[in-house]
């Protein structure tokens, strides 16, 4: 038979298969594995620090190692205080150990252990690879566990004589198995005149300010702001900078623009990044340009029958 029988998902009385259901995981995520939201999986530091971690609830997508095109789907309900354990680091020297999340099958594998309960598992598990080479930062680069079905989640630097583990000794490993992205594209024509003056930060021009929808998910904001501007004969230094809300200012250009034999006219670029502040995220907000006036006898102004853009991106990133 060229197919599989039994399709993902027909139900009634057929028989579904792992291996659609894992395929399934698999095209979800494009092929990739890793966690699926910023703080999901995050190893940190015991409340009280001690000989182990914490890890994030949530959940992630681990690549099945001994077949093509299959993941494991995995998840961590609540935070988890008591599985990974790091054994203290002795006087000679100190030790780097791998903080990973392994899933055992053994229908897959022969040489994974079976379960406590072969309906309950457990087929997961939060575990500790010791003794790494120093700046490890994934499981592919040790060769005893390339064919291990994990991710790795965190890397910890124990110094030596060490017993208590704190957020200085751990690197966040994690990638987002399917980051999100949205791109608003803004587009508007000028409004005439407007001459940048001002020797302190202030709204400019008047008309290029845009109202952006924040999506709830998004870490960041990129975003780049341009027109075309006129500049008067005389020399016009000063800067720019991107403005988002009511005064959270990103992404600042400097602009010296030499003395011109007549008016000139001048492409006005802002562009920059930015960690967005909680209380913005899923929101509407305005983003708009603020500038000043520095130094030279003339200034920036706008200009007829031209046009205003916003190219606005929101990505998601670990946090």
């Not at 001690?50 to 949530?58: P, S, T």
């Not at 935070?79 to 229908?107: E, H, M, Y």
């Not at 802002?270 to 340009?289: D, F, K």
């Amino acid at each position: 038979m060229a197919l599989d029988g039994v399709p993902w998902f027909i139900g009634g009385e057929a028989q579904h298969g792992g291996d659609a259901a894992r395929m399934l995981a698999y095209l979800a995520t494009g092929g990739r594995q890793g966690v699926a939201s910023p703080s999901d999986l995050k190893v940190s530091a015991l409340p009280v620090p001690g000989a182990g971690v914490r890890v994030a609830a949530g959940g992630a997508s681990v690549l099945v190692r001994s077949l093509p095109q299959e993941a494991y789907t995995v998840r961590n309900p609540v935070t988890d205080l008591d599985q990974v354990k790091f054994a203290a680091t002795g006087s000679a020297a100190g030790r780097s150990d791998l903080v990973i999340c392994r899933v055992d099958n053994p229908n897959l594998d022969n040489n994974a252990p079976a379960p406590a309960d072969p309906q309950k598992g457990p087929y997961t598990k939060f575990d500790v690879i010791p003794g790494v080479p120093a700046g490890t930062r994934s499981l592919l680069e040790l060769d005893q566990y390339k064919g291990l079905s994990a991710i790795a989640l965190a890397r910890v630097d124990i110094p030596k004589s060490t017993q208590t583990i704190t957020n200085a000794m751990i690197t966040d490993l994690r990638s987002l198995a399917n980051p999100r992205g949205d791109r608003q594209i803004l587009f508007g024509t000028a409004d005439p005149g407007n001459p940048l003056t001002s020797s302190t930060f202030t709204a400019w021009p008047t008309k290029n300010t845009y109202d952006i929808d924040i999506p709830s998910w998004a870490t960041h904001i990129i975003a780049r702001l341009e027109f075309m501007g006129g500049q008067t004969a005389a020399r016009a230094s000063g800067s720019l900078r991107l403005i988002l809300g009511t005064s959270t200012a990103f992404g600042e250009y400097n602009y010296n623009y030499a003395a011109q034999g007549g008016q000139a006219r001048q492409m006005v670029v802002v562009a920059g990044e930015m960690a967005l502040p909680a209380a913005l995220r899923g929101t509407t907000t305005s983003l708009r340009i603020s500038g000043l006036r520095s130094g030279g006898d003339g200034n920036l102004f706008t200009v007829d029958d031209t046009y205003y853009l916003a190219d606005v991106q929101f990505v998601e990133r670990l946090s």
